[in-house]
């Protein structure tokens, strides 16, 4: 259960409190001391606190100092003051030092659950977001605090200083091309070019001029000499996602620039030194395409001089909500909305999918839905989890309304699938673009027009 210190000289306040509270462990103090000493042994995230302390029970002058001791050793904390029924300057005088709420004597044991449960929930949030900002600010850009992210995290900052090549292998969407990158952002390499290059979205006949470049008239339309990827990451790094599905017969040309440090460009008769760190990436098990001969063995010995697995979004425990936390406020800025957070529905169905498309999937729900929302919390339904539906809709059997909501979510989905084009919006729902405007005041749709 979460910690919640009560602060009162009244035992029977304290009792009730306490008997009131039950969902949470209680921790009892009397007076300023005991309470700062709580605070500081217990962390409690939520502080409810009497004003009226000794040993100046009939002002509030030590339940303001309290309050500023326990805001100063834990400035996150919620506290929540409890005042007589005429005491309302004090209480507001301690919400302009920095409580978080106020409760008036006597106890009503249904407002003051509702008081505490909100105060624990912001400050799970509040957290939540710290943790979020502070791992999105760091110098290599891994976002995450789960114990695989981690020590993933821990293997890039040390791999990151050497020449030696990594392998990632996780599934698609988990973020290759981010560990690739963090491995750039930690390295001294970090101030040149980061080039990264997906070796099965580039046909076989271009992917070796793609990665080695050509000269002048080496082949039909080559009217140019031309640097391939390799050279223009030169002091750099260069990310090769992918790279199961590099042709057979330019595995070995890839072999020899690992070995050497040097290449030759398609055309050429002159062979060119290059930097370049090297990172690949795939998510085929390349040890089984040895055993079938579609990929070289000396090859794979090469690439994976230390491999790194990437764990899938599912299995890294509350990440997921860091992510989620992380897009929405990326979004929100991008397609300048008014969203600040995910309602409780939003955030069980995050928590429950299993995310089979990894971070991409969540990136990509959440982008939408920071389109389609047009409130101040992105709901589960927002975010396409159909089976936590708005009931009242569900069961709604007023056509008008019917049709209103209907009609307002078709057009968000719309407008999120035309990526908030509005010629494209009204050519899927099949109106024109005055009436689609029409449309979008009259339901007061929260659509940048």
């Not at 992380?326 to 957070?341: G, I, W």
């Amino acid at each position: 259960m979460e910690k919640l210190l009560i602060v009162d000289d009244d035992k029977g306040i304290q009792k009730q409190l306490k008997w009131s509270l039950s969902d949470y462990e209680a921790i009892l103090a009397g007076d300023r001391e005991s309470a700062v000493a709580a605070v500081r042994r217990h962390e409690p995230k939520v502080v409810t606190l009497d004003l009226g302390l000794p040993p100046d029970e009939t002002n509030a002058s030590e339940g303001l100092a309290a309050l500023q001791e326990i805001l100063t050793i834990a400035p996150h904390t919620k506290v929540i003051v409890i005042t007589g029924n005429d005491d309302r300057t004090n209480a507001l005088t301690a919400i302009a030092a920095g409580a978080y709420d106020f409760y008036q004597k006597p106890v009503d044991t249904e407002v003051i659950n509702v008081i505490v449960s909100r105060a624990f929930s912001v400050a799970a949030i509040e957290e939540e977001n710290r943790k979020m900002r502070a791992v999105a600010g760091s110098d290599i850009g891994i976002i995450g605090n789960s114990e695989s992210i981690d020590r993933l995290r821990m293997m890039v900052k040390r791999i990151a200083p050497t020449e030696i090549t990594a392998l990632l292998l996780g599934e698609s969407g988990t973020g290759k091309e981010v560990t690739a990158n963090a491995v750039h952002l930690a390295s001294d390499r970090k101030k040149k070019p980061f080039i990264a290059i997906n070796c099965a979205s580039i046909p076989e006949t271009l992917l070796e001029s793609e990665l080695f470049g050509f000269e002048k008239g080496a082949f039909t339309g080559a009217h140019r000499t031309t640097k391939g990827k390799i050279e223009c990451a030169e002091g750099g790094t260069l990310f090769l996602d992918e790279i199961g599905d590099m042709p057979y017969n330019l595995q070995a040309k890839l072999l020899r620039f690992l070995q050497e440090k040097r290449i030759e460009r398609l055309g050429g008769r002159q062979e060119i030194a290059v930097d370049v760190r090297v990172v690949c990436a795939t998510n085929q098990n390349l040890e089984e395409m040895v055993a079938e001969k579609t990929f070289r063995e000396d090859l794979f010995y090469r690439v994976s001089e230390i491999t790194l697995n990437i764990p899938p979004l599912r299995d890294r425990d509350e990440d997921v909500i860091i992510l989620a936390q992380y897009f929405l406020q990326l979004y929100a800025t991008e397609y300048k909305r008014n969203v600040k957070s995910f309602s409780e529905d939003a955030l069980s169905a995050i928590k429950s999918h299993q995310w089979p498309g990894n971070i991409r999937e969540l990136q990509n729900k959440v982008k939408s839905s920071v389109i389609m929302t047009t409130g101040r919390q992105v709901t589960a339904f927002d975010l396409g989890f159909f089976d936590h539906k708005d009931t009242n809709f569900e069961l709604s059997l007023n056509l008008r309304t019917v049709r209103e909501k209907a009609e307002s979510i078709a057009i968000q989905k719309a407008y999120a699938l035309a990526d908030g084009n509005m010629s494209k919006t009204s050519e899927l729902l099949g109106v024109t673009r005055p009436t689609l405007y029409s449309l979008i005041e009259k339901y007061e749709l929260a659509i940048n027009a």
